[in-house]
């Protein structure tokens, strides 16, 4: 049984990320498993988890662009920019539709973003919830994300739902604070849900409480493959056999097509990944071999 696959789960709301790794290596008895993109605790949605040699191609996958889902509820300011932390400034005063819906435009494009003094980020060896935690402040700079959409999907009363389409690094949360911030009112983030991360989407994923009465086979059978994983985002080559123990080895590769600069998966005519590569300049050197 080939465990080397992509495992898309939906994950609940407030479950860690962690704790369904850690269920997969139980349920899978294996140890070499990772997730590709952390979904905090009080987030639901796809988690990509990469089992095996798979890990290998995380971080790639860690760098695709996302499509999330949130409600914006406005009328207050939280400590943690949702609704799990304690709130203030809170207010009756509910912004117009036409209001709302000019100000979210000002968050699309390239933006500075300060992440949530509850996050994982680390300055100076430590992570921000850990001077949070401590009441420690520390200086945040901004960091700069693209926001590529988002669009308005419903105004009921002072909870404004929002579908944001984002590249990687973006704090759903903080974006939620700083709409709220803009418009006056204060804001916050409630129900993030993932929808999808690159070529995956909640539609491929099966739920966690699913996956726990599944069996290892019947996970691993629903898993997608290296090469189904990166075919759409990187250029495809067919490699031969002798080529196969080339890559292995190390050695430079011959009889190549011409090709454009761009990521490389090497794979055989059974569609079994064998390496990473980049080509550049008409060079191509290996990142990663499986």
Known sequence: MDKNKIILIDKPYGVTSHKVVSILRKKLDLKKIGHAGTLDPSASGLLICCVGKATKISQYLMGQNKTYEVDVVLGATSSTYDDEGELTNITSTTPSKEMIEKCV???????????????AIKIKGQKLYQYARKGIEVEIQPRSITVFNIQVQSIEKNIVSLLVHCEKGTYIRSLAHDIGQSLGCGGYAKNIRRLQSGDFSLAQAKPLNQVLEMSAEEIVSNGISIFEALTKAFISI??????????????????????????????????????????QNQEVILKRVF
């Open 238 to 279: 067919e490699v031969n056999e002798t080529q196969v123990v080339d890559i292995r080895n190390g050695k430079k590769l011959h009889g190549l097509p011409a090709m454009v600069d761009g990521m490389i998966l090497f794979h055989t005519a059974n569609h079994e990944a064998i390496a990473i590569a980049q080509s």
């Open 105 to 119: 435009l000002q968050f699309v494009g390239k933006i500075k973003q300060k992440p949530p003094i509850y996050s």
